[in-house]
């Protein structure tokens, strides 16, 4: 049976439930617990980190959800899962704080910084005039060195005094939240697209190879849109999970 080493933070806002799963997810992409590994049952495991049993039954959920772990009658639960791949739940965060919570290194590429014209599908979603003014972003970002996701918003201008070199070094909910800006809620749409030459080049695949493609328009707490987000993420790499509830 595996144990592996896991440090809470009970002053974090993170549930502790949440922490727990990330730990271990983490350990399971690193290694340390393989394929076929099996973990310690409920009660080990919450004597042995200090946790409550139904705190260590909802991370243990949590891992079986995203399909890393499984539950077979009479072995327990074994691990299944360890590919690399980038599970992102549908909730308001950013794929940098993500893969920061996933313990990957996230490294950002800016490809395009300044103030351009808005588009009709930006004014839109921005509520400007078309032809306004909008910060536009295009980033390249990186997982532990490896293409992982194209990257393109555009902001009200005023809204952020950033950088380039900033940009690269954190993420951009970061530096909303580093402004006050306080974020609320997003409506997203996801939808695939194929790779054209270029997007197959920056990602590292094929042309023609199946993308996911985010649009996100975010609001603050007073309503306001702040940001527009467009993004395409190698399918390959990358994929959303969330959980359906019967009404």
Not at 32 to 60: F, H, K, M
Not at 171 to 200: C, F, M, N
């Amino acid at each position: 049976m595996s144990t592996v080493q896991v440090q809470v933070d009970r002053n974090s806002r993170t549930p502790l439930h949440v922490q727990l799963a990330q730990q271990l997810e983490a350990a399971i992409q690193g290694g340390e617990l393989p394929v076929g590994s099996r973990l310690s049952n409920e009660v080990d495991l919450a004597e042995a980190y200090g946790l409550s049993r139904p705190t260590v039954r909802q991370a243990i959920a949590r891992l079986v959800d995203q399909g890393l772990l499984v539950r077979k009658r009479g072995v327990g639960t074994q691990v299944v899962g360890n590919s690399g791949q980038v599970r992102r739940s549908l909730e308001l965060t950013s794929l940098y704080d993500d893969l920061t919570a996933a313990h990957r290194k996230p490294e950002t590429e800016v490809l395009r910084f300044g103030i351009s014209p808005a588009t009709a599908e930006v004014a839109t979603a921005l509520q400007c005039e078309q032809g306004d003014r909008v910060l536009r972003l295009e980033r390249l970002r990186r997982a532990d060195g490896e293409p992982l996701a194209l990257l393109r918003n555009w902001l009200p201008p005023d809204l952020l005094e950033t950088d380039p070199a900033t940009l690269a070094e954190r993420g951009l909910y970061q530096l909303l939240r580093a402004e006050g800006v306080r974020l609320k809620v997003a409506h997203q749409t996801i939808s695939a697209i194929p790779a054209t030459a270029e997007q197959a080049r920056l990602l590292s695949e094929e042309p023609g190879s199946p993308l996911l493609a985010t649009t996100r328009i975010t609001y603050d707490d007073h309503g306001q849109p702040v940001e527009y987000g467009s993004h395409l993420y190698r399918a390959s790499r990358y994929s959303f999970e969330h959980t359906l509830v019967h009404r």
